[in-house]
């Protein structure tokens, strides 16, 4: 990344975008990350962009990216994940989908506020599911250490609590001038799926609505760019996208719209409070 020209143009950690100046690309992967770089420069023309490690189940990871993190921060898209996997667990004990979908990236935002803060009317972008819908958070046993081990159930935990996320980042750091808006991008076809059978991804498909096809890259990403950059939404947060607009309650038989216990304040902030204290036991 170029620093020199940090104060005239913005500067985003997210997994691809395709304008707005320098850029930082967190990735686990870094030959994927390199590779998805060198695609950014090819098709726009920019080549200010910065590939870092980043491991979102390993908190010594996310602290050591935020260690070198400098200067102003415009844009943060929370988009990494990972969906229905068998149990794992990580070294504290904590179930593997929490742990990186909610926890890493909470971690990774918190340790970014003040920089953050130092854009001046920064978004962060958290990429939830429409899979919200199978689960609220359980906080009473979240990392399923007394009920039974369910994968779809951990993943909607996981994106209730991305949505919930938005909701109080908003709240919190409303006078920083930051907001976040949660979102739904859709069914695209990534190594995201890497756990389903060709099978699950076809029920899967047809309990989101039945859709005949899988969504593009880019159509894939057009909510997250609407949320990340669209001047309508300044100083708007703690809302729900679904298909490059708002998004309504959800509708008894329907797989689209936001599940009431995702937008709960009261939820929110208490999510907030047990993942702080989760992070520093």
Not at 76 to 103: C, K, Y
Not at 193 to 209: I, P
Request: some cysteine; proline content about 5%; charged content about 20%.
């Amino acid at each position: 990344m170029d620093h020199d020209h940090q104060h005239t143009c913005q500067h985003a950690v997210l997994p691809r975008v395709h304008r707005h100046g320098g850029r930082a690309r967190h990735r686990r992967n870094l030959d994927a990350g390199q590779r998805a770089a060198a695609d950014i420069t090819d098709t726009t023309g920019n080549d200010r962009i910065l590939v870092a490690p980043l491991d979102l189940a390993d908190q010594s990871s996310v602290a050591g990216f935020v260690r070198t993190w400098d200067g102003p921060l415009h844009i943060l898209v929370d988009n990494a994940r990972i969906m229905a996997s068998p149990e794992m667990r990580t070294p504290q004990g904590w179930e593997m989908q929490f742990a990186t979908n909610h926890l890493g990236h909470f971690a990774l935002t918190t340790g970014l506020h003040r920089a953050l803060a130092a854009a001046g009317g920064a978004r962060v972008v958290s990429v939830s599911s429409a899979a919200h819908l199978r689960s609220p958070v359980v906080f009473d046993d979240i990392h399923f250490t007394r009920r039974p081990y369910d994968p779809w159930e951990a993943y909607g935990q996981s994106k209730t609590a991305n949505v919930l996320l938005a909701v109080e980042l908003t709240r919190r750091w409303a006078d920083d001038g930051i907001t976040s808006n949660a979102l739904m991008p859709g069914a695209i076809r990534t190594n995201l799926q890497r756990y389903l059978s060709e099978e699950e991804l076809n029920r899967m498909r047809a309990q989101s609505g039945g859709a005949a096809y899988w969504k593009s890259t880019e159509q894939g990403a057009a909510t997250s760019v609407l949320v990340a950059t669209a001047p309508l939404l300044d100083g708007i947060g703690g809302r729900y996208f679904e298909d490059c607009q708002e998004a309504g309650p959800n509708q008894p038989g329907t797989r689209t719209g936001y599940a009431p216990y995702a937008r709960d304040p009261e939820a929110a902030e208490r999510l907030w409070t047990v993942s702080e204290e989760t992070l520093r036991a």
